[in-house]
């Protein structure tokens, strides 16, 4: 594909033919509807040296869903597709009980898990396993006993997960909260619409909101 800075398909676009449109690389940013200055997507990209939005660290941004709601839907799953090595944080939590955790989040966020291998046919865990939601890793399970390291509990992280939906938060909630140590029910703060806080069976802390 050849992406402008904000997703579109440069080579499918209509403009190509009806504008005689070169692209928006060739053009630096000025399409027809804006030779005077560079669009501020452009200008974004260019200054941080990037192709597109799809290779920067905080991509999506809501500018980019606006203009997808206007037209050319498909640029964001673009950007997606073409974002290939754009830095991406993962939370790596190392439990006791992994085979049966990576059903447990699955079930918890919808979600499906890749890349879980054993060090050895025989063990009854995971020496690493990830769980993924849409095309995003978000949280990578190891099973404690395959390390010869000692880890000591503690509470100075959390795994904070904004949700879209309230249907979604609230199926959440209920696995999370399975056997789990409850900080915050389920409720309206001051900050959101929903949140709750608790460490789930596993040890691990959650802030989940709305």
């Not at 063990?123 to 990578?140: K, P, R």
């Not at 399970?141 to 390390?147: Q, V």
């Not at 904004?162 to 409850?182: G, H, M, P, R, W």
Request: charged fraction near 25%; proline fraction near 3%; hydrophobic fraction near 35%.
């Amino acid at each position: 594909m050849n992406l402008s800075s904000c997703g579109i398909d440069c080579d499918v676009c209509r403009f190509m033919t009806e504008q005689n449109c070169p692209g928006c690389g060739a053009l630096k940013g000025k399409p027809h509807w804006s030779k005077e200055e560079a669009c501020d997507l452009y200008a974004c990209a260019a200054e941080k040296k990037l192709p597109h939005c799809g290779k920067c660290g905080e991509f999506p941004y809501a500018m980019l869903y606006k203009w997808a709601s206007a037209e050319n839907v498909e640029r964001i799953e673009n950007l997606k597709k073409a974002g290939g090595t754009a830095m991406r944080v993962v939370f790596m939590a190392y439990i006791t009980g992994t085979i049966e955790a990576v059903d447990f989040y699955c079930k918890a966020f919808n979600a499906t898990s890749k890349n879980c291998f054993k060090a050895s046919d025989d063990d009854g865990f995971y020496a690493h396993a990830e769980i993924v939601i849409g095309e995003q890793t978000v949280l990578a399970l190891s099973e404690k006993s395959h390390y010869d390291k000692t880890f000591t509990n503690g509470d100075s992280m959390e795994f904070w997960m904004t949700f879209d939906e309230e249907q979604s938060l609230n199926k959440a909630y209920e696995v999370l909260k399975e056997n789990a140590e409850i900080h915050q029910p389920l409720a309206p703060c001051e900050w959101c619409c929903l949140m709750a806080a608790l460490t789930d069976k596993y040890g691990i802390s959650w802030l989940i909101n709305i």
